[in-house]
């Protein structure tokens, strides 16, 4: 029995030691389980949920992209359509440019071809024209008629309406004009009772003169300088040249410096003008005065022949005195000239401006020698020296056309085959048979 009991009480004992110790953290250890198979299971019913919305979304999703693949789909078919219409005119287009292009092609060709054959066929008939021409004009006799042939074409002519002037070949403005004018009356009332010695010494004078304004251009400009009361100029000039040059210098610019000048240069110009005159003036009395105009005009051809010696008696940078020694050297080797020509030509290298061409000037002076005998000068260019009557029916000619007495210089250029090539002031008559050929050639197409 107390066997039994104290089995009874150990277990009873051992029931309390499980249900105080054992059983609540079983108990709660079930619970936690239960909650979580609870937790699970809610969660099994959450994702169950969310699988179903995301099955139906993605329907809704599949439907949509059917949908816009469809859309996508027309409008790629549409825009196939489209571009292969655009494609399809392009082409068209396309094909219409090239076309035109080509037939563009084919006549610029076609073009190029006829201008070839032109340009060929033209050349050779015009080298072949040429041949003929020299081969005809290789006859002194049938050059000479190519001339004469000119002269009766030139015959027919209209009067020219061609204006020209002799006298002062300066570029002057009206007042300069008008006081050069004055300057050569009183010059030419000295003249009348001048012999050949005083015109010389006249001149000479004048141009040391005109030497001293160039190199003293301060003094220049004080005796250019326009004013209405000239009597201190006047005073200044007798102060500066009585008794150093003679009486009819002083009278000669006591009236240059009295008269009113459009700029400073035309002064000196004035005064350098008269020089040439004196000179010029003196060889008409002595009986010189186409002799001194001839060698003028040769001596300019031979400086347009010649261009090196043109630039070196232009040359500034050059000391004078080697210029005029050049110059002289020249005319000596020639055979010597005319003293007045020499004069005159060394004046206008001494004289000459900073960057005027002395063949220029030298061309000017001759028209002055020419105009003082109140001709017209026609510088005639022929392949051979004309006949006397040629020389005379075509100075005939000439002063029918121009109305004033033409005077005839002449230079040989076997170049210009035949003809005439006539130059009078600015007014150019090429009757030349070179210059047809030229003509001729010049016209082929390109």
Not at 106 to 115: A, K, P, V
Not at 413 to 433: F, H, K, R
Request: no cysteine; hydrophobic share 45%; aromatic share 2%.
């Amino acid at each position: 029995m107390s066997t039994f009991i104290g089995q009874l009480v150990g277990f009873a004992l051992i029931v309390f030691i499980a249900v105080k110790w054992v059983v609540p953290p079983v108990r709660t250890m079930m619970h936690n389980q239960q909650e979580a198979v609870r937790a699970a299971l809610a969660e099994s019913k959450s994702a169950a949920d969310k699988l179903a919305t995301a099955d139906e979304r993605h329907k809704e999703t599949l439907e949509v992209a059917k949908a816009q693949a469809a859309k996508v789909t027309d409008e790629a078919r549409s825009d196939s359509e489209r571009i292969a219409e655009q494609l399809r005119e392009q082409a068209i287009i396309e094909a219409e440019r090239i076309k035109a292009q080509g037939e563009q092609h084919i006549q610029l060709l076609r073009q190029q071809t006829i201008r070839g054959l032109r340009q060929h066929l033209g050349a050779e008939s015009v080298d072949k024209a040429e041949e003929i021409v020299r081969n005809y004009v290789a006859d002194p006799a049938a050059q000479s008629s190519t001339v004469d042939r000119f002269l009766d074409d030139l015959d027919e002519m209209a009067p020219s309406p061609a204006v020209l002037e002799a006298g002062a070949t300066l570029n002057l403005r009206a007042s300069s004009r008008e006081a050069l004018a004055e300057l050569v009356r009183k010059f030419e009332s000295i003249a009348d009772g001048a012999d050949t010695d005083a015109l010389t010494t006249l001149a000479e004078n004048l141009s040391s003169v005109a030497k001293l304004l160039v190199d003293r251009p301060a003094l220049n400009k004080h005796l250019a300088q326009p004013t209405d009361d000239s009597a201190a100029k006047v005073r200044l000039v007798e102060q500066l040249f009585d008794g150093k040059v003679d009486a009819a210098t002083v009278d000669i610019l006591k009236t240059a410096v009295s008269q009113r000048w459009s700029t400073d240069a035309n002064l000196i110009q004035a005064i350098e003008h008269v020089a040439r005159l004196a000179l010029l003036v003196g060889a008409e009395r002595d009986g010189h005065a186409e002799e001194v105009e001839d060698q003028l005009f040769r001596f300019g051809r031979v400086l347009d022949s010649e261009s090196r010696l043109s630039r070196l008696l232009s040359d500034h940078t050059v000391p004078v005195e080697t210029r005029l020694g050049l110059l002289n050297k020249v005319l000596d080797s020639g055979g010597g000239v005319n003293p007045t020509t020499r004069a005159l030509l060394t004046q206008t290298v001494e004289l000459l401006r900073d960057g005027e061409p002395v063949d220029a000037a030298v061309n000017d002076l001759a028209e002055l020698a020419v105009a003082r005998r109140g001709e017209v000068v026609a510088q005639v260019t022929a392949a051979a020296d004309l006949t006397d009557e040629q020389r005379t029916r075509l100075a005939q000619v000439l002063t029918q056309i121009y109305g004033h007495p033409v005077s005839i210089q002449l230079d040989i250029a076997p170049e210009i085959l035949g003809g005439l090539l006539i130059t009078v002031g600015d007014e150019v008559i090429d009757g030349s048979i070179s210059s047809r050929l030229d003509a001729a050639r010049t016209g082929l197409p390109d």
